[in-house]
């Protein structure tokens, strides 16, 4: 099978898995991944992350002009300006997850920083997490946002819609965004009780541990 047909069907593959466990639901999340060509597959215009047509996935060059395949995602922006920023990007994840979302309109959670510093994987897998403002679905000032931070961090979370991950590849990704979730509705079940959070000296611990990209 080649690299393109793999990359096809581990899209579909995962992206049904996201929409099994109630991760995006109805049509909503999308998904981009680069080939080693430079060039991307990036999921369908109104389509369900559970019930992709691998053979449909849009076909994009790198600057995002269309070469195949349905008409990409309308939050195309969002994917390019991780591409553009971060060299080391190799897919894009984007979901309305419940409990991401629900964070995301905490009055607490902090703009430079939101995930709340409850496990060590969400620090691993993240990095800090930026909150973004809330703006319209489909407005290109999402992704002018993104390049706003330089490549600076893998992950965001637009502030009443839901989070975008970059990773290395799709399955990192996936995984990253899976602990984004997690540690959103840890934060949610364990919200005004008297918890221990990883302290600042914990933390730290762990950043310089594994290397984690923290300034
Ligand atoms: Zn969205």
Same mark, same amino acid.
């Given at each position: 099978m080649s690299e393109e047909n793999r990359l096809r069907d581990d899209i579909t593959r995962f992206a049904k898995s996201l929409f099994d466990r109630g =991760? $995006? #639901?109805? +049509?909503s999340g999308n998904i981009s991944a680069r080939l080693s060509d430079g060039t991307l597959l990036v999921t369908p215009t109104g389509s369900s992350m559970g019930f992709l047509d691998p053979a449909h996935i849009s076909h994009m060059a790198a600057d995002m002009t269309h070469l195949g395949g349905d008409k990409p995602t309308k939050e195309v922006p969002l994917h390019s300006a991780f591409y553009d920023t971060r060299q080391t990007t190799g897919a894009v994840v984007h979901l309305h997850s419940t409990h991401a979302v629900a964070l995301s309109m905490l #009055?607490?959670?902090? &703009?430079? +920083? &939101? =995930? #709340?510093? =409850? $496990? #060590?994987y969400g620090i691993m897998r993240l990095g800090k997490v930026q909150l973004l403002p809330f703006f319209l679905p489909g407005d290109p000032a999402m992704g002018q946002a993104v390049r706003g931070l330089a490549g600076k961090r893998s992950a965001v979370l637009l502030a009443n819609h839901g989070p975008v991950v970059a990773g290395k590849d799709l399955e990192a990704a996936v995984f990253a965004m899976e602990e984004l979730e997690e540690t959103a509705k840890l934060a949610l079940l364990t919200r005004g009780m008297n918890i221990r959070s990883l302290t600042q000296i914990q933390v730290h611990a762990v950043v310089d541990r594994f290397d984690v990209d923290w300034d």
């Open positions: =991760l $995006t #639901p109805g +049509n #009055p607490e959670t902090a &703009a430079d +920083n &939101a =995930l #709340p510093p =409850l $496990t #060590p």
